[in-house]
C-alpha cells in the first residue's frame, strides 16, 4: 500500500473510532481502548490533514503559474511560493512517514540502568563508575529523576556494579540503544609505563515494568535474606536486610542490600526481577521480528561491542552508526545529545526503509 492509501485508512479508522465512542460512550467494555486508540491517531490525523493542505495549495500555485494569463509578476510570486511549498511538502511527508511507525509500547516508559565492570580489573571498575556518572548527569541535563538503586564500590573509587532507576519523559526511547560494552582505551592511573590498557564494561537499560505488564507467581521465588556486606568485605550492618531472590523458571538472580530495611531492599529487587523478565520478553519478540529486518541499530545484545572511549584521542567512536566525536571529555561530563540522537534517527531512517 503507498502513502496516500495508508494515511486514508488512518483517517478512516480515526473517523470509525469518534463514531463509535459518540454512539456507545462509556458503557461500552471497549471505552477505555478505544479512546486511546483514537488519542493515538489524532496526531497522526492532524499532521495528515495539514499534508493535503500543503497540496492542495502547492496544486493552486502550479495552477497560477502555468496559466497564460497570469502577469509576470503574479507568476514569479507563484513560482516561489510553489518552491516553497514543495520543501514543505518533503518535510511534512517525512513527519507523517515517522507518525506511520509502529510505536514501541515502552518508549514512554522508565528505565532501569545497570552498568558492570567487565575485562580489565580495577581500570575496568574506574571506568564503570565513569559510566555510571555520565548517565547520571545525562539524566539531569534532561530535567529526569535519576536514583541509584546499588553501587558496589571497590577500594579506589570504581564499582564493580551500580543500577539506578531514572524516571521522566521519553527515558526509555532515549537511553534504549546504550545496552551493550563499552570499550575504554587509556592508560590507567596505577599503570607507571604509560602504557594504554584496554578495558571494559557492560551497559543494561531495561525498561521499568509494572505488574501490570509481567506478573510473578510468589511459588516461581526463592527468596534468601543475608547480611549486607560493605566495601571489602566489611559488614555494614547487623541484621539480614539483604535480599536476594532467584525466579526459578528463568535462573535470573537479583539482589539488592543498599537499604537498612528488607522490605525496601525485597521491592526495589522484586523491580529489577520484573524489569528483566519483561526485557526478556521484548528481546524474544524482537528477535522473531528482526529476523526479516534488512536492518537495525544493533542487535540489542549485551556482549556486542558498542563503543570505543579512546582517551589518547580524545574521541568517542559509535561503531553501530560510524559516528566518532572528539570531544570525550564533554561526553563523559554528560553531553550525551548529540550521540542520542544520532541513534534515533538511524533507527528511525532503517524502519522508513522497510516501509517503502
Not at 497522526?44 to 502547492?58: G, H, M, N, Q, S
Not at 566495601?231 to 536476594?244: F, P, Y
Not at 528483566?276 to 544493533?298: F, I, N, P, T
Request: proline share 2%.
Amino acid at each position: 500500500m503507498d502513502l496516500h492509501g495508508k494515511l486514508d485508512r488512518v483517517v478512516s479508522r480515526h473517523e470509525e473510532l469518534a463514531a463509535l465512542l459518540a454512539e456507545e460512550g462509556a458503557a461500552s467494555p471497549d471505552f477505555v481502548a478505544r479512546s486511546r486508540e483514537y488519542a493515538e491517531l489524532a496526531g497522526i490525523v492532524e499532521a495528515v490533514r495539514t499534508l493535503r493542505k500543503t497540496e492542495v495549495d502547492l496544486a493552486e500555485a502550479h495552477a497560477i503559474a502555468a496559466d497564460p494569463t497570469t502577469d509576470a509578476e503574479m507568476r514569479e510570486l507563484a513560482e516561489g511560493e510553489a518552491r516553497a511549498l514543495k520543501e514543505r511538502l518533503v518535510a511534512l511527508e517525512h513527519e507523517v512517514r515517522l507518525l506511520l511507525l509502529p510505536r514501541d509500547e515502552a518508549d514512554d516508559k522508565n528505565a532501569i540502568l545497570e552498568v558492570r565492570a567487565g575485562t580489565g580489573g580495577e581500570e575496568a571498575a574506574l571506568f564503570a563508575a565513569d559510566l555510571f556518572r555520565m548517565y547520571q548527569r545525562f539524566a539531569e541535563s534532561r530535567g529526569w529523576r535519576f536514583e541509584t538503586m546499588s553501587f558496589s564500590e571497590t577500594g579506589i573509587g570504581g564499582c564493580k556494579e551500580a543500577s539506578a532507576l531514572i524516571s521522566g519523559r521519553g527515558v526509555f526511547a532515549a537511553l534504549k540503544f546504550e545496552s551493550g560494552v563499552h570499550r575504554v582505551q587509556r592508560v590507567p592511573v596505577t599503570e607507571s609505563s604509560g602504557r594504554i590498557h584496554t578495558s571494559a564494561a557492560t551497559v543494561a537499560v531495561l525498561p521499568e515494568a509494572e505488574e501490570v505488564d509481567i506478573r510473578i507467581d510468589d511459588k516461581d521465588l526463592r527468596i534468601d535474606t543475608f547480611r549486607s556486606q560493605g566495601a571489602g568485605g566489611q559488614h555494614v550492618n547487623t541484621t539480614d536486610s539483604a535480599v536476594r531472590i532467584t525466579h526459578l523458571p528463568t535462573g535470573i538472580v537479583v539482589s539488592q542490600q543498599d537499604e537498612k530495611s528488607q522490605h525496601k531492599n525485597r521491592a526495589k529487587a522484586m523491580k529489577v526481577l520484573r524489569a528483566r523478565l519483561y526485557d526478556m520478553e521484548r528481546s524474544k519478540a524482537e528477535a522473531e521480528r528482526s529476523a526479516s529486518r534488512r536492518s537495525q541499530v544493533g542487535s540489542g545484545d549485551r556482549s556486542e561491542r558498542i563503543r570505543t572511549y579512546n582517551f589518547p584521542q580524545g574521541r568517542v567512536t559509535d561503531h553501530r552508526i560510524n559516528l566518532t566525536l572528539h570531544k570525550l571529555d564533554r561526553v563523559l561530563e554528560g553531553e550525551l545529545g548529540e550521540v542520542v540522537d544520532a541513534l534515533v534517527a538511524e533507527d528511525q531512517a532503517a524502519r522508513l526503509a522497510e516501509m517503502d
